[in-house]
């Protein structure tokens, strides 16, 4: 008995003499030195963020040195002006519009390209092409077509007796104009990442469902739109936080005008702290923004992971 336990301890000792139990008790900081890379991009991105913070409870300025701490005054301020409000719906209706547009057109254009046919494997590549070009080239790009004068755009429109459309230069037209570009852009990254999920389903089940003659529309409301509804959330989750941060695009096409149209969160912030220099009053909104961001961006993730509790 008790050279078989002696056996056994010898069994359990590592190379070096230590007993297993001894090397893992050795190292209780590993979980931590394997998040230090983590932290390492955390950190210089967490430095401006509370510094920013520090800075809408200010009176910093850019033609003033002075910095008085004045708590929560720069948020009482922002809830009580019209600016404030007025860029909460520009920002709310651009990503609402664009988000959803570029929902429904990639979850079309990932089925159709869900095809071993010769035109979706022509097409699948194209699909990166506007995801290639970055997003203040591309606006450029469609700021010369949209031009009222000299567009090419309201020359394909001549045709159909639409002269002289205004695009981004009426306070009407401005959001379409912007919306436009943004579906144009971002459409395929939703596509990719929805397709990418159908190429990932299991064939079983809907070769049960063809045995059975159910219907393609019963198929895809039973089968294929609850396996998606996991990517559908992370492209959302994706495109949603963009949106709601977006500053190239609009700037770009229009800094923001007519007037106060496309004021949206990242714009008005710019403006605010740059062109009339109150960066406490910029840094107020940029940190409002990012508050409406982090609610919206748990309550997605949580429905995620519902969704795939009820997959597993």
Partial sequence: MFKRKKNDETKTKSKTGKSVKGVSSRNPYLPYLMALPALALTLPVLYPFIQSIYYSMTTYSLTSPVKNFIWFENYIWLFTSAEFWNSVKVSFVYTISAVGIELILGLIIAILLNQETFLAKVFRPLL???LMIAPIIG???WKL????????????????GMRDFQWASAANSAMFSVVMIDVWMFT???????????????????????VDGASRWFTFKTLTLPMLMPFIIVSVVFRLIDSLRQFDIIFGLTKGGPGATLMNFQVSAYTTAFTY??????SALMIVNWVIIY???????????????RLS
Wanted: glycine content about 4%; charged content about 15%.
């Fill in 277 to 282: 220099t109150k960066v406490a009053d910029g």
């Fill in 128 to 130: 990166l092409l506007p």
């Fill in 188 to 210: 395929p990254f939703i596509a990719l990442l929805l397709l990418a999920g159908l190429r990932s389903m299991p064939a079983p089940p809907f070769e049960a469902a063809m």
């Fill in 145 to 160: 077509m949209m031009s009222p004068e000299f567009g090419v755009l309201n020359y394909f429109l001549s045709y159909i």
């Fill in 295 to 309: 609610v919206i961006s748990m309550f997605l993730v949580k429905f995620w992971r519902k969704s795939q509790d």
């Fill in 139 to 141: 606006t450029l790009m």
